[in-house]
T-cell receptor, first 113, second 110 residues
Framework: GEKVEQHESTLSVREGDSAVINCTYT??????FPWYKQEAGKSLHFVID?????DRKQSQRLIVLLDKKAKRFSLHITATQPEDSAIYFC????????????FGAGTRLKVIA | EAAVTQSPRNKVAVTGGKVTLSCNQT?????MYWYRQDTGHGLRLIHY???????EKGDIPDGYKASRPSQENFSLILELATPSQTSVYFC?????????FGPGTRLTVL
């Protein structure tokens, strides 16, 4: 079955710098790649996604890149702010039938003021 | 207003006891999911459902059962709880793309 590897378990950046979180997946049939944010002690909420028909998507300070050949996708957070500090999860989905996700293990991002 | 709610929010159970975790959604989504979150593993799918009356095994179903009596409600049942099932459990509902998560239930099995 699908496996998703999230390469950075922790990441520290200075406020205003960019943060990059990288994920790889194994199933070439995966076609939908969402990202979720989990603040301390809270639940997960959706931040951005990308579908396999595009290779780049931007929403304000968030950019997602998808390289289907390498089976790799990444989240770029530009001009980081202290409130970006959280755990970020990537996921992959076949986007058919049950639309279930396989999640990466999470990246704890700390933005240092 | 929260669209996915879970109860209880915290639960302490004894080994061998029965535990039922409940989830309710007002999104009118057909699909619902139960995950557990453990450090180093991210979220892992236990059971999911396509709609009322259906339950399917996820990636780690052993030791768990699920029940979907209605569109809105999805329960996770631990018939014989074990300490290895100590975790934080999240319910989610979803359509084709985004999933919406509940607040989570922290379960401790002693």
């Amino acid at each position: 079955g699908e496996k998703v590897e999230q390469h950075e378990s922790t990441l520290s950046v200075r406020e205003g710098d960019s943060a990059v979180i990288n994920c790889t997946y194994t199933d070439t049939a995966s076609s939908y790649f969402p990202w979720y944010k989990q603040e301390a002690g809270k639940s997960l909420h959706f931040v951005i996604d990308i579908r396999s028909n595009v290779d780049r998507k931007q929403s304000q300070r968030l950019i997602v890149l998808l390289d289907k050949k390498a089976k790799r996708f990444s989240l770029h957070i530009t001009a980081t702010q202290p409130e970006d500090s959280a755990i970020y999860f990537c996921a992959a989905s076949l986007n058919t039938g049950n639309y279930k996700y396989v999640f990466g293990a999470g990246t704890r991002l700390k933005v240092i003021a | 207003e929260a669209a996915v709610t879970q109860s209880p929010r915290n639960k302490v159970a004894v080994t061998g006891g029965k535990v039922t975790l409940s989830c309710n959604q007002t999104n009118n989504h057909n699909n619902m999911y139960w995950y557990r979150q453990d450090t180093g593993h991210g979220l892992r799918l236990i059971h999911y459902s396509y709609g009322a009356g259906s339950t399917e095994k996820g990636d780690i179903p052993d030791g768990y059962k699920a029940s979907r009596p209605s569109q809105e409600n999805f329960s996770l049942i631990l018939e014989l709880a074990t300490p290895s099932q100590t975790s934080v459990y999240f319910c989610a509902s979803g359509g084709q793309y985004e999933q919406y998560f509940g607040p989570g239930t922290r379960l401790t099995v002693l």
